[in-house]
């Protein structure tokens, strides 16, 4: 499957402080998803991003389909302890299963 | 509860030797994905079945194969164990076979290889 390059690898934030985290690929996908996983549980989705250029929210979540269709991003505002975890983009060509990036890791302390 | 299960939830067995993974697909699902997931290869795609037949196949190794049954339920086969083989194995479930809505994942099986 195609590549994907998630960065940063890891975070160690201050609640309160706005994370950026982003995904690029070499080829490009006509679907991005963002997904976070805790300890103990499978990946849950968070947003999913179907049009080049589209800019989608879920509560203090905000992602973007890049113009080039090859990059993601995700933002998340006044992050809070509960943000922890995991998350991972991924991307799909129709037709084919989903190409994971190897995540970012967030830890925010109080 | 995501609505797709996995047993066991924790596996601890010899090189060598063979186990079974089983996933329960959310209800409605039709398609059942299999992942690895290892710290330094991230969510590694296996294979996909879609109501009972093989769709798609990723980096699944000789040693491992599954199949879907029809209730929809799926196994993951893995055999002549290695110590590599240590991973968190995922199934997933979607509603159609080129579901570009995201998958739902389960809690996934903790394989421990000794």
């Known amino acids: 499957g195609q590549q994907l390059n998630q960065s940063p690898q890891s975070m160690f934030i201050q609640e309160g402080e706005d994370v950026s985290m982003n995904c690029t690929s070499s080829s490009i996908f006509n679907t991005w998803l963002w997904y976070k996983q805790e300890p103990g549980e499978g990946p849950v989705l968070l947003i999913a991003l179907y049009k080049a250029g589209e800019l989608t929210s879920n509560g203090r979540l905000t992602a973007q389909f890049g113009i080039t269709r090859k990059d993601s991003f995700l933002n998340i505002s006044a992050s809070i302890p509960s943000d922890v975890g995991i998350y991972f983009c991924a991307g799909q060509l129709w037709g084919y299963a989903l190409n994971f990036g190897k995540g970012t890791s967030l830890l925010v302390t109080p | ?114």
């Open chain 2, 1 to 114: 509860d995501s609505g797709v299960t996995q047993t066991p939830k924790h596996l601890i067995t010899a090189t060598g030797q063979r186990v079974t993974l089983r996933c329960s697909p959310r209800s409605g699902d039709l398609s059942v994905y299999w992942y690895q997931q290892s710290l330094d290869q991230g969510l590694q795609f296996l294979i996909q079945y879609y109501n009972g037949e093989e769709r798609a196949k990723g980096n699944i190794l000789e040693r491992f194969s599954a199949q879907q049954f029809p209730d929809l339920h799926s196994e993951l086969n893995l055999s002549s164990l290695e110590l590599g083989d240590s991973a968190l194995y995922f199934c997933a479930s979607s509603a159609e076979g080129d579901d570009n809505y995201g998958y739902t994942f389960g809690s996934g099986t903790r394989l421990t290889v000794v």
